[in-house]
């Protein structure tokens, strides 16, 4: 009994001893923690006057960007949406292409045989059209070969037309020199009218008619113009042609006046030769053996002069020998 008196009494004061010591303990942990509460709440006032001047200089700083994510957000929202529109459009694009890929297999396997048609197609094409590139070829160097035949012709025909042009002016200028040869019934009266009766230029009209062709008759139409110069042509050609006869009828008389001078001095001169050949002295019955002469057709003072005939042939038979 006594050890359990001090047992308890030892845990007695074991008791208030711990309660002693707890209660200091107690009251400098509070005294301890009401410091480090006021302390801390220094700190804690403090570091929140920081926070809020932070959060008031981040905010002032990060206005524009806050509006600019606010824009972006808003754009964010509305480009998700615009996205997910897009994602099942092309879910449905996917699904099109899926169908029409589908179509296409089956396309193409039909489409093979004609795809086949169209290469036999194909290769005839460019067989014809090899050949037609050899007639081009061959056609072109044809219209070569006639493009140097035309230029070579061109130029003789230039040269052709240059010498006309010579020739006319030529004929102009013999113009001008045959104006001063004119009578003055031809300068008053260059072109000659028709000796021909009305019949007989009706009477010739339908026989040229009737031997032209109708070329030739086309031909004639075209140079009606030149029927003045014509029958100037035809009155110098008659002049002409009228003193070449008379030219030669000349000629004649004077080899024949120059045949009778010679028997003549043979017949006053003697010698052997000449009395070996025919001589004109020598008369048997008042005739000699030596041709008539010539009668000169002579015209006395009083005679009348013999009126002048002209022959005339129309520029119509004229063009049938000239053509």
């Known amino acids: ?8 009494d030892s845990e007695y004061e074991s008791k208030l001893e711990f309660q002693s010591m707890w209660d200091d303990l107690k009251n400098k942990n509070l005294e301890e923690k009401h410091f480090l509460r006021l302390q801390l709440e220094n700190v804690v006032e403090d570091l929140w006057r920081r926070f809020q001047d932070a959060l008031k200089n981040y905010t002032d700083a990060t206005e524009d960007r806050k509006v600019a994510f606010e824009t972006l957000k808003v754009k964010d929202e509305k480009s998700s949406k615009e996205i997910e529109a897009q994602m099942k459009k092309i879910q449905r694009l996917q699904d099109s292409i899926i169908i029409l890929k589908g179509k296409i297999m089956v396309h193409s396997r039909e489409s093979e045989e004609q795809n086949q048609y169209i290469r036999d197609d194909k290769e005839l094409v460019h067989v014809q059209l090899r050949k037609l590139k050899a007639q081009r070829t061959q056609a072109r160097e044809i219209s070569q070969e006639n493009l140097v035949k035309l230029t070579l012709e061109s130029n003789a025909t230039i040269k052709a037309l240059r010498k006309i042009v010579d020739k006319g002016e030529k004929i102009l200028k013999l113009a001008e020199i045959c104006r001063k040869f004119e ?3 031809e300068k008053v009266l260059p072109f000659y009218s028709s000796t021909l009766t009305p019949e007989e230029q009706e009477e010739i009209e339908d026989i040229t008619s009737e031997e032209f062709t109708e070329e030739l008759a086309k031909v004639i139409a075209d140079y009606t113009g030149l029927e003045n110069f014509w029958k100037r042509y035809n009155k110098v050609k008659l002049e002409q042609l009228s003193l070449q006869h008379r030219r030669a009828q000349l000629l004649e008389i004077n080899r024949k006046l120059r045949e009778m001078l010679k028997q003549y001095l043979d017949g006053i ?5 000449v009395l070996s050949q025919l001589n004109p002295l020598f008369v048997v019955n008042h005739r000699s053996n ?4 010539l009668s000169l057709p002579t015209t006395q003072p009083g005679d009348k002069k013999p009126p002048t005939t002209y022959n005339i042939i129309e520029a119509a038979h004229v063009i049938p020998h000239i053509l």
């Open 1 to 8: 009994m006594a050890m359990e008196q001090n047992y308890i």
């Open 290 to 293: 030596l041709p008539q002469s």
């Open 183 to 185: 009578t003055e019934e």
């Open 269 to 273: 001169s003697v010698s052997d030769e």
